[in-house]
């Protein structure tokens, strides 16, 4: 019996898309790749998939201030009074989030410490700089040592707390709500 269906609109469309996207991501293919099935998928959500790999892929790794044109060259931190600082600190956070670059755990920060964080370890920062609308980069602001206490201490819910408390078998710092509370521009 012949199958007298016929392609849905845009179905023919989709499926040269997944051939295209297939072979161009033929050459960055490994076990990561493999891992993901996606078989259960709808064709244009496994092209929405494979089109997110390849832009990951291909995507040039640039110092953040490089995203920028011209590139985004703040003035020094010790250069600046407070005053100053806390308007080029806001206008350089929707600079940021202009770039989907999105700054979490800041409310434990003054003003002059999370300059100090952007200006010392964001701008300077080699990232993928990604060209998809829906993609965002975020910048866990609590410190790049590692060391969970700021976050134990003003970010994590009590579950989060005890659960880590449980796993580490180590104290927890006491809770205490972040000094500055900041309405931080956030991922759509």
Partial sequence: MVDS?????GEVEELLRNAELRNELEPFYDESISRINVQHLPLAVENDFLASMLAWEQAPVLPV????DPELRPPRPTALDDDTLHDILWDVIYKLYEKRI?????DHLTDREL?????RDILPAREKKLEIARN???????GASGDPEVWLRYYASEREREAWAETYRLPIPEHVEPPYHRQLPREL
């Avoid at 269906?5 to 609109?9: S, T």
């Avoid at 999105?102 to 800041?106: E, I």
Wanted: hydrophobic share 35%; charged share 25%.
């Fill in 5 to 9: 269906r016929r392609p849905r609109d």
């Fill in 65 to 68: 201030c490089r995203w920028f």
């Fill in 115 to 119: 300059y100090c964080l952007i200006y």
């Fill in 136 to 142: 965002y980069l975020h910048w866990d602001c609590t």
């Fill in 102 to 106: 999105v700054l979490d755990f800041t």
